[in-house]
Every structure is written in C-alpha cells, then in structure tokens.
C-alpha cells in the first residue's frame, strides 16, 4: 500500500525525490505519513482539503480490499528552518 501511496503523491508534486512516506503501525491501524517539499503542501492538500481527501478515500478502499485500518496524515514543515 505504501507503494501505492508514492505513485499518487509523486505523481502530484512538482519535486517527487522529496516525497517520503513513514509506515507506522499501532493498536492495528497502520498510519501513514507524508513528508512533501514546502513548496508541494499546497499541491497536496488541494481546494479545501480536496486532494488528500481523495488521496485517503482512495488508500482507505486499497485497505478494505487487504482488510487493514488506514491512517493517511501530512507531515507538518517548519517554516523557520
């Protein structure tokens, strides 16, 4: 699924050799989460959260198929660094 994931994100950015992607499982809900560039956040997040919604009901029905619980979260970039 993390695969997956990639192609997608990667797809959407601008700079796709800075899309990462943390695997952490917990309580057997396995999380996700998306490192970008700075400048892509906006790219990913989309209108009003329209993308990542997409990008998480999209994983979520990948998860249904192998009978997972999914979390798809962004990771939060400091701006001062």
Known sequence: MKDTLLFIVSAIVDN???VSIDEQEEDGITN??????????GKVIGKEGK???SIRNIMKIK??????HIKVSLAEVNSNE
């Open 63 to 68: 998860a249904m198929k192998y009978d997972k």
């Open 32 to 41: 996700f989460v998306i490192t970008v560039d700075p400048t892509d956040m």
């Open 51 to 53: 993308v990542i919604r």
């Open 16 to 18: 796709p050799d800075a």
